[in-house]
């Protein structure tokens, strides 16, 4: 191709043609300029669209952590909400707790969630932002403010209750954030003895305890409304996600029910569901229960698990109680889209 325009232009110039030469060559840079133009103009095209495939999976995964993060801020502001309720109990109507549970909840009033870190970081790191994009950059604004907030730290306070129980001489109990009042080990009768009963409600009387109480109680509140804040910015970043890009989802895998009250009457192995509705997060599977307890879990793992107070049907917690079952089969149905289970009995 190149020697048939070289000879062309020798052609032109042997018969003294200059002017159509000009005209020629003029012509052939164009078209050069032409094809360099179109190659760059497909090269950004296709740059772009992988840009563009590289931020949606980025965005997904994004999505993604703050569903999990946004149902821990909301367990640990309900934690809190308790341990509120908790502090006007003692400080209020001491007369109407069991004596044995005061001390133990003396103790819990100053425990704390787990220090809450996002990790959307990671994910943001790779995200490439079309500047010319508006709707792009104001989800990375968003999204950026969130991870800010985020790393803030919450100041808390002393310990002013402890530290005067310990000085009294009350045996210090290992106090776990919500744990401990889930599996009730607050009022464990082999940890705390009569004296120790007595001593706490007598000191419950006393200027300190109850200044100590009102001082956690105001604590608890300010927590709570970080927290707040916090679930508040995650549910409006993926609201703005979905919005943008319709088919995200909602990324589960290997979703099971553990306890004793599955066939397998142990907390190790899993009754797996089968995924039948990816766009809502929808898992189903026929189980056989004998009337103890369980709970559904991601990836056989404790890190993702879900709990619930009511049987056979009711709302999911994060991190919640052992679900109550009945003995029979049933089609279990767990929506984690609206965080919800059902358990459908199955004729025999």
Same mark, same amino acid.
């Given at each position: 191709?190149?020697?048939?325009f070289?000879r062309?232009?020798?052609?032109?110039?042997?018969?003294?043609?200059?002017?159509?030469?000009l005209l020629? =060559?003029?012509?052939?840079?164009?078209l050069?300029?032409i094809?360099i133009?179109?190659?760059l103009r497909?090269?950004?095209?296709?740059e772009?669209?992988k840009?563009k495939?590289?931020?949606?999976?980025?965005?997904e995964?994004?999505?993604?952590v703050l569903?999990?993060?946004?149902?821990e801020?909301?367990?640990?502001?309900?934690?809190?909400?308790?341990?509120?309720?908790?502090?006007?109990? &003692?400080? /209020?109507?001491?007369?109407s &707790? @069991?004596i044995e549970?005061?001390?133990?909840?003396?103790?819990?009033?100053e425990?704390?969630?787990?220090?809450f870190?996002?990790?959307?970081? $990671?994910?943001?790191?790779?995200?490439?932002?079309?500047?010319?994009?508006?709707?792009?950059?104001?989800?990375?604004? @968003?999204?950026?403010?969130? &991870?800010?907030?985020?790393?803030?730290?919450? =100041?808390?306070?002393?310990?002013p209750i402890?530290?005067i129980?310990?000085?009294?001489?009350?045996?210090? %109990? =290992?106090?776990?954030?919500?744990y401990?009042?889930?599996?009730?080990t607050? /009022?464990?009768?082999?940890?705390?003895?009569?004296?120790?009963?007595?001593?706490?409600?007598?000191?419950?009387q006393?200027?300190?305890?109850?200044?100590?109480?009102?001082?956690?109680?105001?604590?608890?509140?300010f927590?709570?409304?970080? $927290?707040?804040?916090?679930?508040?910015m995650?549910?409006?970043?993926?609201?703005?996600?979905?919005?943008?890009?319709?088919?995200?989802?909602l990324?589960?895998?290997?979703?099971?029910?553990?306890?004793?009250?599955?066939?397998?009457?142990n907390?190790? @192995?899993?009754?797996f569901?089968?995924?039948?509705?990816?766009?809502?997060a929808?898992w189903e599977?026929?189980?056989?229960?004998?009337?103890?307890?369980i709970?559904?879990?991601?990836n056989?793992?404790?890190?993702?698990?879900?709990?619930? =107070?009511?049987? %056979?049907?009711?709302?999911?917690?994060?991190?919640? %109680?052992?679900?109550?079952?009945?003995?029979?089969?049933?089609?279990?149905?767990?929506?984690?889209?609206?965080k919800?289970?059902?358990?459908?009995?199955?004729?025999?």
């Open positions: 191709m190149i020697k048939f070289r062309i232009r020798q052609r032109l110039l042997q018969e003294n043609r200059f002017t159509k030469y020629y =060559a003029i012509g052939e840079i164009v050069v300029v094809g133009l179109i190659a497909i090269n950004n095209w296709n772009e669209r840009r495939e590289n931020y949606q999976a980025t965005i995964q994004i999505y993604n569903e999990l993060e946004k149902q801020l909301r367990s640990n502001i309900k934690g809190l909400d308790l341990q509120q309720r908790y502090a006007d109990s &003692l400080y /209020n109507y001491s007369d &707790l @069991n549970q005061i001390p133990g909840l003396l103790f819990y009033m425990s704390e969630p787990d220090v870190t996002t990790s959307i970081a $990671f994910h943001i790191q790779n995200m490439v932002v079309n500047p010319k994009d508006k709707s792009e950059n104001l989800l990375a604004r @968003n999204l950026t403010n969130y &991870l800010s907030q985020s790393s803030s730290d919450i =100041a808390v306070s002393e310990n402890s530290t129980l310990i000085k009294e001489g009350l045996p210090v %109990p =290992a106090v776990n954030f919500g401990s009042l889930l599996m009730g607050l /009022n464990d009768p082999g940890y705390f003895k009569k004296k120790d009963w007595e001593k706490a409600k007598m000191l419950l006393t200027q300190e305890i109850k200044t100590g109480l009102i001082q956690l109680a105001q604590q608890k509140d927590e709570k409304n970080v $927290f707040a804040q916090l679930a508040e995650a549910t409006n970043s993926m609201a703005q996600i979905q919005n943008l890009y319709p088919d995200v989802r990324l589960y895998e290997n979703i099971g029910i553990v306890g004793d009250g599955t066939s397998y009457k907390w190790s @192995n899993d009754v569901l089968i995924q039948v509705d990816e766009k809502n929808i599977a026929i189980v056989d229960l004998n009337g103890e307890d709970k559904i879990r991601e056989k793992s404790w890190n993702v698990n879900w709990g619930g =107070a009511t049987f %056979p049907k009711g709302e999911l917690e994060w991190f919640g %109680p052992n679900i109550p079952t009945e003995k029979g089969k049933f089609r279990l149905v767990v929506n984690l889209s609206e919800n289970y059902e358990f459908i009995p199955v004729a025999q």
